[in-house]
């Protein structure tokens, strides 16, 4: 059975810091990772991760894949209390393209 | 707006009554999902469409559960004789079918069975 496991589920911090999210899968037809932010309403798409090792960055956030080992971090760097929010890593599966979701991390940025 | 939207953003109804929840996806997209989130959880995968085609359901579908998008276009979900287990924000993305295309997420319905 697909599985997603998010660690840690919950994390505080303050502004400034710099934390590091993990996300290990085993899923079956395995076709990408994907990363989305989720403050309340609808998951907010990050990133898509396809290839191992090739780190993807926008602005604060870096994420990386390693297929090999069948997981993948998300790094937020100089945390903002915008960056509050639940985490979500999500592989992608078989033809439909159906993501299989983890619990989240659920991450609350003190000023 | 060009995003997907569902309706209604919140429905409460007695257990046992029947609810239908509407899905517009956004207007290219030719693939669409539905997904069930409940407190303190991720999104659980409900079904899927490519076009007006049902292609795959969970096994967390009961048969009081169905799905239709009979235009390919917008997409209902609907549940009978609800039960509180059923409560739950439903969740309605879509994406496009070609390449790795991320799926857009709606606002979703939340629903409370009382």
């Known amino acids: 059975e697909d599985k997603v496991v998010q660690s840690p589920l919950s994390l505080v911090v303050h502004e400034g810091d710099t934390v590091t999210l993990n996300c290990s899968y085993e899923v079956t037809n395995f076709r990408s990772l994907l990363w989305y932010k989720q403050e309340k309403k609808a998951p907010t798409f990050l990133f898509m991760l396809t290839s191992s090792g090739i780190e993807k960055k926008s602005g604060r956030l870096s994420s990386i894949l390693d297929k090999k080992e069948l997981f993948s971090i998300l790094n937020i760097t100089a945390t903002q209390t915008g960056d509050s929010a639940v985490y979500l890593c999500?592989?992608?599966?078989?033809?439909?393209?159906?993501?299989?979701f983890g619990q989240g991390t659920t991450l609350q940025v003190k000023p | 707006d060009t995003g997907v939207s569902q309706d209604p953003r919140h429905k409460i109804t007695k257990r046992g009554q029947n609810v239908t929840f509407r899905c517009d996806p956004i207007s290219e997209h030719n693939r669409l999902y539905w997904y069930r989130q409940t407190l303190g959880q991720g999104p659980e995968f409900l079904t899927y469409?490519?076009?007006?085609?049902?292609?795959?359901k969970s096994r967390l579908l009961s048969d009081r559960f169905s799905a239709e998008r009979p235009k390919g276009s917008f997409s209902t979900l609907e549940i009978q004789r609800t039960e509180q287990g059923d409560s739950a924000m439903y969740l309605c993305a879509s994406s496009f079918r070609q390449g790795h295309s991320p799926l857009h997420f709606g606002n979703g319905t939340r629903l409370t069975v009382t």
């Open positions: 469409f490519q076009n007006e085609a049902q292609l795959e």
């Open positions: 999500a592989p992608r599966s078989g033809n439909t393209g159906k993501l299989i």
